[in-house]
């Protein structure tokens, strides 16, 4: 088993779980890690699917399987390798941080709050972040802005994605539309 270090610093292809939160494991190049948070390029069906951040708090364990060894052979012989996602150094000190730099580089991101009575998904663009909290502004399904912004608290949101193929699919219709704020 490799530690966390060399993974980070191969940028190595890794298996992520959160048995708390979720009974999937997540796979993607590790690029980022801090004493409180994780970033993966992600890797969803042998593609990377954007930058995810994961809260260090959740994840129950890290490895790096002969099965990611293998697969990632076999994405780099295809073109595929981490490092073109984002190309500056992340500010991984706190949620804050993270979000205020992604912001400047991705319109819009998707920030979860995967655990509690009230699990929150929210996609849109974030307006202002103080010290506790993100103000965001979300919009549905169907594309629409939501009327009110939500307040996601930091010490509860559990996953942000930034420049993903679903995100993409929202950003090209937001840009073909007549009006979008």
């Not at 690029?31 to 992600?42: I, R, T």
Request: one cysteine or more; hydrophobic letters at 35%; glycine letters at 6%.
């Amino acid at each position: 088993m490799q530690s966390l270090t060399s993974c980070l610093r191969a940028k190595s292809l890794i298996s992520v779980h959160r048995h708390d939160v979720d009974d999937h494991e997540i796979q993607g190049f590790l690029v980022g890690a801090s004493d409180s948070l994780l970033v993966l390029e992600y890797v969803y069906d042998f593609q990377i699917d954007g930058l995810m951040v994961l809260r260090r708090s959740d994840i129950t364990d890290v490895r790096r399987t002969a099965t990611d060894e293998f697969q990632e052979r076999l994405l780099k012989r295809e073109g595929i390798r981490p490092g073109h996602q984002f190309s500056a150094s992340f500010e991984l000190n706190s949620w804050r941080t993270i979000i205020e730099q992604l912001s400047q580089h991705y319109p819009l991101m998707i920030l979860e709050r995967e655990l509690g009575p009230s699990p929150e998904f929210a996609l849109g663009r974030s307006l202002r972040a103080t010290d506790a909290q993100v103000e965001f502004r979300s919009f549905n399904g169907i594309g629409k802005w939501a009327d009110k912004t939500v307040r996601l608290k930091y010490a509860q949101l559990t996953c942000l994605q930034v420049g993903t193929r679903y995100i993409g699919f929202y950003q090209r219709h937001f840009e073909r539309s007549p009006r979008h704020d």
